[in-house]
């Protein structure tokens, strides 16, 4: 079965600071791999997404995420973050032939102004 | 567009009441999925239906029930309410239900059971 592992489940930063979020999964084969974002008292929005190719990907508000195969890891980072940055994160995967996602426990994040 | 939507936005049971948790996607899509969100513990698949008329069990499936009404429609009830129970149910949709599709979710229902 595959599992999610996300770390340091609160975070608390100031403006500008830079993001880091780590995603361990455990998968033996190809994966396809998702960043979810809940901003307080909405609904997840997909931030990016990795199926194959260029091991970074870009997504929205400045947020992009590696991909290393060797690590089993989808790490996400930002160079600097703002207060609207607060919110939950969930990292997401599943295999190729299986179209259930499985989350991880969220990091809550919290930018101070 | 409304995407998904989820009806109530906020309920609360009794322990032993039944209520259906309501979900209807308009984007013509053909899988959908329960989940429930627990403090802690991220999302939980509960049941997910592949297609119109076929549904599966997730990860936490005890103590609920699903029905795939039509395409647009998926529903998920509770006939029994527990304690337990208590949490923040979302629906989501995928185009095709293949292991790319990023899924779309509704904005949540809060349910609460004393």
């Known amino acids: 079965a595959q599992s999610v592992s996300q770390h340091n489940h609160h975070v608390i930063l100031s403006e500008a600071a830079s993001l880091e979020l780590g995603c361990n999964y455990s998968?033996?084969?190809?994966?396809?791999l998702f960043w979810y974002v809940q901003y307080p008292g909405q609904h997840l929005q997909l931030l990016l997404k990795?199926?194959?190719?260029?091991?970074l990907v870009k997504g929205i508000k400045g947020f992009e995420a590696e991909f290393i195969k060797s690590k089993f890891s989808f790490n996400l980072r930002k160079p600097s973050v703002q207060w609207s940055d607060t919110a939950e994160y969930f990292c997401?995967?599943?295999?190729?032939?299986?179209?259930?996602?499985?989350f991880g426990k969220g990091n809550q994040v919290v930018v101070i102004p | 567009n409304a995407g998904v939507t989820q009806t109530p936005k906020f309920q609360v049971l009794k322990t032993g009441q039944s209520m259906t948790l309501q979900c209807a996607q308009d984007?013509?899509?053909?899988?959908m999925y329960w989940y429930r969100q627990d403090p802690g513990m991220g999302l939980r698949l509960i049941y997910y239906?592949?297609?119109?008329?076929?549904?599966d069990k997730g990860e936490v499936p005890n103590g609920y029930n699903v029905s795939r009404l039509n395409k647009r429609e998926f529903s998920l009830r509770l006939e029994s309410a527990a304690p337990s129970q208590t949490s923040v149910y979302f629906c989501?949709?995928?185009?095709?239900?293949?292991?790319?599709?990023?899924?779309?979710f509704g904005d949540g229902t809060r349910l609460s059971i004393l």
């Open positions: 989501a949709s995928s185009e095709s239900g293949t292991a790319r599709e990023p899924q779309h």
């Open positions: 998968y033996g084969g190809t994966v396809n």
């Open positions: 990795y199926f194959s190719g260029d091991p």
């Open positions: 997401a995967v599943n295999g190729l032939g299986n179209n259930r996602l499985a």
């Open positions: 984007m013509n899509h053909n899988s």
């Open positions: 239906s592949a297609s119109e008329g076929t549904t």
